[in-house]
């Protein structure tokens, strides 16, 4: 699987926006561009993905560079439940292989204060 | 809600005892996936089903077993557990109508081995 590259930890305050980065200089053509969250004592949790266009959905937007080398997620407003450990993750989106795996990296983890 | 459920939440067993961690779910998925996180680590994919089709990661140690009897149930069976394998156990599924569909995950079940 590709790699990317996410700082060990952010911090941020509570209702300020976060820009959480991520590098993936060897992403390949068909990676799609996935982020997961972790809370504590919890599963992940899908928060978005995008493969060249930025995305927005409820959760957060996910801005792609045009060079797809590096992408950010964006939260708009962190709240004390958006304290977790965030996971960009590349997924071969090729079909008619045999891969569904997802594969974590070791995340940012995101601490937001009151 | 449709949900990943895994049961029971805490499992302690004895070094060398067999135990089995248990995952339903209501989604319908045709994909399920056994996880394993160590403390402050990121989670690492021991082995999945596409349906019956079992694919197991090449680094997974031969003390895990997994059986699907049926699309809502998977189970991860520790033959003899060693005090290394205390961890969370996460199961999580997806659809198999894309990769990209994302993965949901259980709550995990915390595995201590006195």
């Known amino acids: 699987d590709a790699k990317t590259t996410q700082p060990n930890s952010m911090e941020s305050n509570e209702e300020e926006p976060v820009h959480l980065p991520c590098n993936h200089s060897t992403i390949s053509g068909t990676d799609y561009i996935h982020w997961y969250r972790q809370l504590p004592s919890q599963g992940p949790e899908y928060v978005i993905h995008g493969l060249t266009s930025n995305v927005n959905n409820r959760m957060a937007s996910l801005a792609i560079a045009e060079d797809r080398k590096s992408s950010t997620l964006i939260l708009h407003r962190a709240t004390l439940r958006d304290a977790a450990v965030y996971y960009c993750i590349l997924r071969d989106g090729e079909t008619g292989g045999s891969n569904y795996k997802l594969t974590f990296g070791k995340g940012t983890l995101l601490t937001v204060n009151p | 809600d449709a949900m990943v459920i895994q049961n029971p939440r805490y499992q302690v067993t004895q070094f060398g005892k067999p135990v089995t961690l248990s995952c339903s779910q209501t989604l319908n998925h045709n994909v399920m996936y056994w996880y394993q996180q160590k403390s402050s680590q990121a989670p690492k994919l021991l082995f999945h089903?596409?349906?019956?089709?079992?694919?197991n990661e090449a680094d997974t140690p031969d003390n895990f077993q997994s059986r699907r009897p049926n699309t809502s149930f998977c189970f991860l069976d520790i033959r003899s557990p060693g005090l290394g394998d205390a961890a969370m156990y996460l199961c999580?599924?997806?659809?198999?109508?894309?990769?990209?569909?994302?993965?949901?995950f259980g709550n995990g079940t915390r595995l201590t081995v006195t």
């Open positions: 999580a599924t997806s659809s198999a109508g894309s990769y990209n569909s994302p993965l949901h």
């Open positions: 089903y596409y349906d019956k089709d079992f694919n």
